[in-house]
């Protein structure tokens, strides 16, 4: 992407970044910047990639 991002470039983002749409619409505070979302975004999707893989494994489960 070059210049300035519009509403009319969610579709080409989309594909490039699945996911990121909703996670845009989800945000209580608005980044200023693309930059800036795609970084919360790369954040986002590691906590929660991190988050399921430790639940998959032994040691993210509780043991009583």
């Not at 200023?32 to 032994?58: A, G, V």
């Amino acid at each position: 992407m070059v210049g300035m991002i519009t509403e009319r470039d969610w579709r080409e983002i989309e594909r490039q970044f699945p996911g990121l749409h909703s996670f845009y619409g989800h945000l209580p505070r608005k980044p200023h910047t693309f930059l800036e979302l795609l970084e919360l975004f790369r954040i986002y999707k590691q906590f929660t990639t991190r988050r399921r893989s430790m639940s998959d494994s032994p040691l993210g489960q509780a043991t009583s």
